[in-house]
């Protein structure tokens, strides 16, 4: 997934279907992950598609002591250049009042 294609979709889902809500978040964790998001009325009902976007990991340093009981820290090395994408789908659920992650892998985008 890239962010061109990701803007095809969104583009096809707002032309199609009713939408609910579309915006952007960032959270600071993990590096800095942007997530990007569209709610819409589709024809399995209410969905959701998240498009995450996180800096690559580029090392991954542990610090540690030989002392018994001691703590580990993992510390991540982040590229300022490179990005990793993910999509999720999500569908709202009405019994239980909340979204469940449907597998992305099946759908044609």
């Known amino acids: 997934m890239t962010k061109e294609r990701w803007q095809d979709i969104v583009e096809k889902i707002k032309d199609n279907f009713s939408i609910e809500e579309h915006s952007q978040k960032h959270l600071d964790e993990a590096g800095g992950l942007d997530i990007d998001y569209i709610i819409f009325k589709g024809p399995l009902g209410k969905m959701k598609l998240e498009f995450i976007s996180k800096p690559v990991i580029l090392d991954k340093k542990t610090k540690y002591s030989n002392r018994i009981g ?7 090395v982040y590229s300022q250049t490179e990005k990793s994408f993910k999509l999720k789908v999500f569908k709202w659920d009405e019994a239980i009042g909340d979204w469940q992650e449907i597998e992305a892998r099946g759908f044609n985008f």
Not at 70 to 76: M, V
């Open 70 to 76: 001691a703590q580990i820290e993992i510390e991540y």
